[in-house]
């Protein structure tokens, strides 16, 4: 096993961090009605009992309920972080003192440090991996590969490790069934759109103090997220820019009422800026060279690939610290270019950053829960590749919130259904 630490042996303080810990743990739990139904029932069955669970996700409050849901349901779980910027070290030591999980996370680790963790969970020959952005599968099938046989599968969170996950699959070189979690309903509708939406705007308001009344928002990518943040920000009294790479979802956001242009365009007239695409390079070189002073850059995306930071440090003659979480880069001609959280997922990795909001984490946490229990219990009837979640389990996670929440609903009588099945009752 890697020689890396844990979190308990990193922390100078332990007993304070995990007292810490456990309070906003203490207070997610309280609005997560999800995870406590699926708790109990995983309390009283201990369905994974045996089972090593290999994690590398978020490591704050909300993400620590669901460690524990599945820690109390059995399993020995090894935890670390899948972002250098994202995890709170009081949470990670709270996580470390429970007697089946070990977690490794710890917040501001360099890129050695960063894959040492990753590799000491996976020392831990995890049996089913639940990953956001891929990089326990990643490092598994190139380094481990001798595990794959004992894994029964695994879950993917987000959007870039489902899409770096069909590309594997595309390849044929996925070796083990994943379920993309993301892509269920229950996920990407609450969480991408209004997840992402709601925390991105909070986390930039309120490490720069600033309002989006009146403001150019520049929203790069239309997609689930973008949509959200372009949404939120609309509500909000800012005057929000789209660009798109997608006809179909840049006619989209032309018919919700938002200007489409390029970013070239873009550039010149925004005051704030967010890029959503999963992609890389979207804000480059030759857009820096048109931005106005004082414009705000940050990146909701997975990676911190989206905005061109080398070329902005090049083009820069000063950069420096403007405020807890904010990089001015100053230009030759005086003009100043604000990163937020150094271009990393502004909405977890700014010192204020809380991540989503509890109760949207809540329903994504409890679409994972239901795919580690359907991996444990029918994970033979998968085979190695990318599959969607059933959507009876999706559903499932739905009405245990309806009822949670006092909502409800209708349902189909018998003769509604058999219309709805048939093909042969028109006019
Ligand atoms: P999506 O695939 O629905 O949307 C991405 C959009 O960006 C697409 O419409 C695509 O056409 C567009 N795009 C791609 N390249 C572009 C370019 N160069 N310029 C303009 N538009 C471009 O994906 P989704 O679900 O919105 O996720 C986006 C990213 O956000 C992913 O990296 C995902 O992992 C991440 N994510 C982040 C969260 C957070 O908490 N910050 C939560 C959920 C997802």
């Known amino acids: 096993m890697s020689d890396y630490q844990r979190i308990s042996e990193q922390l100078d303080d332990v007993a304070d961090a995990r007292e810490e810990g456990r309070r906003k743990m203490d207070w997610a739990a309280q609005h997560m009605p999800i995870l406590e139904h699926v708790r109990d029932e995983f309390t009283a069955d201990r369905p994974f ?3 090593r669970i290999g994690m590398a996700m978020h490591v704050e409050a909300k993400t620590a309920m669901l460690v524990e849901t599945l820690a109390e349901g059995g399993a020995e779980v090894a935890i670390t972080g899948c972002n250098p910027l994202s995890t709170h070290d009081d949470v990670s030591a709270a996580l470390d003192s429970h007697e089946n999980i070990t977690s490794y996370a710890k917040r501001g680790v360099d890129d050695e440090g960063y ?15 639940v990953d956001d952005g891929m990089d326990l599968v990643a490092a598994i099938h190139e380094d481990y590969p001798e595990l794959i046989e004992t894994i029964i599968g695994g879950a993917e969170e987000t959007t870039t490790g489902v899409h770096r996950l069909r590309s594997m699959d595309d390849d044929g070189a996925l070796e083990y069934p994943v379920f993309a979690v993301n892509d269920t309903p229950m996920k990407r509708l609450f969480d991408n759109v209004h997840g992402t939406g709601e925390s991105s705007l909070a986390s930039i308001a309120m490490t720069t103090n600033l309002s989006w009344a009146g403001k150019n928002v520049v929203v790069a990518g239309y997609g689930y997220c973008g949509k959200g943040v ?81 070329a902005l440090a090049e083009r820069s003659v000063d950069h420096y610290e403007a405020r807890d979480g904010v990089d001015a880069y100053e230009m030759a001609d005086g003009r100043r270019l604000n990163v937020i959280a150094q271009g990393r997922l502004v909405n977890l990795a700014a ?10 984490m809540d329903q994504s946490f409890g ?5 580690v229990r359907e991996l ?42 058999e219309y709805m099945d048939s093909w042969d009752q028109g006019t």
């Not at 200007?259 to 992609?279: I, K, Q, S, Y």
Request: proline content about 4%.
């Open 49 to 51: 009992e045996g089972e």
């Open 115 to 129: 894959y040492a963790a990753i590799e000491a969970v996976i020392g831990h020959e995890p049996t089913i991996t």
């Open 230 to 310: 372009a949404k939120k920000a609309a509500g909000q009294n800012a005057n929000v820019i789209v660009t798109e790479v997608e006809p179909r979802r840049a006619l989209e956001a032309h018919m919700e009422g938002y200007e489409v242009m390029p970013m070239a365009e873009a550039a010149e007239v925004g005051d704030v800026f967010l890029t959503t695409t999963g992609n890389r390079d979207v804000i480059v070189d030759e857009h820096f060279e048109k931005m106005q002073d004082g414009v705000l850059l940050a990146n909701a995306g997975h990676f911190d690939i989206e905005i061109d930071l080398e």
């Open 351 to 360: 010192p204020v950053s809380l991540g989503h909001p509890v109760e949207v």
């Open 367 to 371: 679409v994972q829960a239901a795919c």
């Open 376 to 417: 444990v219990d029918n994970g033979d009837q998968y085979d190695p590749g990318v599959h969607d979640v059933p959507d009876e389990l999706d559903t499932e996670i739905a009405e245990i919130k309806l009822e949670a929440e006092g909502v409800e609903f209708d349902s189909l009588t018998e003769t509604q259904r």
